[in-house]
């Protein structure tokens, strides 16, 4: 191509719906060398735009599939409680103080999703229990507590298997635990625990505690308080009581 005494060398391209053209012009012949340049960069950059537009429809199938784990895991946290209205909104309710929670020790943003995740789901385990034993009115004997307990490890069945990057899993067969033995399923202790179902251990206890269940009514924040207080160190982690209470205290 030559106009008003330039030489040019014209490289029309095109990748993944998207077009375009480059223009190289001299007032002298394009040596060899010079093309071959140009045609690599031009092949550079076209590859680099292609590259550009699967990575958008990556991220665009990311957020897809973000949006249909969420969705999931609503789902089977509404199967819980569609069988149990006493429990209704608990799930949601652990998750978001969990979080808070975690925001306080200083956890990672990653840390924290995996705090709601596991929130969401840490009682999937009672869609395995008796409906009638879930809304019995007054206190459960003896045989019914232990099938009640029994959700702590079915819902560790449940999830073991999903590839969660977070242990949501163990979080689901450990939030009932406490630090001196005297929980269950396995009767951990202390350091047994992991982190993730101490904290989701004290944000279930306070929202059970501050709403309606079947056997009694609601206690208020100032209770649940001084439960938390009087237990902490030895059922509960202290830093998570403490967490707790600052979330609390954000809130009042």
């Known amino acids: 191509m030559e106009k008003a005494g330039l030489r040019a060398f014209y490289y029309p391209f095109g990748r993944n719906g998207i077009g375009g053209f480059l223009l190289m012009a001299k007032q002298r012949p394009l040596q060899d060398s010079e093309i071959r340049l140009f045609r690599l960069f031009a092949h550079s950059l076209e590859d680099t735009m292609g590259l550009k537009v699967t990575l958008r429809k990556l991220k665009e199938t990311q957020r897809t599939l973000e949006e249909a784990f969420w969705g999931v895991a609503f789902a089977l946290t509404k199967l819980v409680e569609r069988r149990d209205p006493y429990t209704s909104g608990h799930s949601l309710g652990v998750a978001e103080l969990s979080r808070k929670i975690g925001e306080k020790l200083g956890l990672s943003e990653k840390e924290l999703m995996g705090l709601y995740i596991s929130g969401l789901l840490h009682d999937i385990g009672k869609s395995t229990v008796p409906l009638e034993i879930l809304v019995k009115p007054g206190r459960l004997n003896e045989l019914e507590m232990r099938l009640i307990r029994l959700h702590a ?33 396995q009767a951990l202790k202390g350091d047994q625990i992991i982190l993730e179902a101490k904290i989701v251990a004290v944000a279930d206890v306070l929202d059970a505690m501050t709403h309606d269940r079947p056997y009694r009514p609601k206690h208020g924040i100032e209770k649940a308080q001084e439960e938390l207080e009087k237990d902490k160190g030895t059922k509960y982690d202290p830093q998570v009581v403490e967490a707790c209470l600052l979330v609390l205290k954000d809130h009042a």
């Open 153 to 185: 490890q079915a819902g560790y069945e449940i999830l073991k298997d999903v590839a969660f990057p977070w242990p949501v899993a163990l979080v689901a067969l450990q939030h009932h635990e406490r630090l001196d033995g005297s929980g269950y399923p």
